[in-house]
């Protein structure tokens, strides 16, 4: 059963770090292209990372650059999201999702986790 599961989301003061995990089951991780995703209530989905299947390209949002930092164990299965820095306006649900490529902006997510949320109180 293909399956990501999303974990070490919370509650965390501004300024304070989270390490979100996303752990990849049924399928071969190492040839999808792995996102973040955040959402908040009344807004769409929007990109916040991506990592290439084999760690060397990754992308970010611009609000995030520089605090983030998207990574991989592809043999442990998972995706990591670390987060430093944080601020009110990162509070939301975090999906990690996986596709097939290519490493574009474009690119469709074939596999998507249910979530962890995070909130970061102002």
């Known amino acids: 059963q293909v399956q990501l599961v999303e974990s070490g989301g919370g509650l965390v003061q501004p300024g304070g770090s989270l390490r979100l995990s996303c752990a990849a089951s049924?399928?071969?991780?190492?040839?999808?292209?792995i996102g973040w995703f955040r959402q908040v209530p009344g807004e769409e989905r929007g990109f916040v990372a991506a990592?290439?299947?084999?760690?060397?390209?990754?992308s970010y949002t611009d609000s995030v650059k520089g605090r983030f930092t998207i990574s991989r164990d592809n043999g442990k299965k998972t995706a990591f999201l670390q987060m430093n820095g944080l601020k009110p306006e990162d509070t939301g649900v975090y999906y990690c999702?996986?596709?097939?490529?290519?490493?574009?902006?474009?690119?469709?997510?074939?596999?998507w986790g249910p979530g962890t949320q995070v909130t970061v109180p102002a």
């Open positions: 049924g399928f071969a991780l190492d040839y999808y292209v």
């Open positions: 990592i290439g299947g084999s760690g060397r390209q990754t």
């Open positions: 999702a996986a596709g097939p490529g290519p490493f574009t902006s474009s690119a469709p997510y074939t596999y």
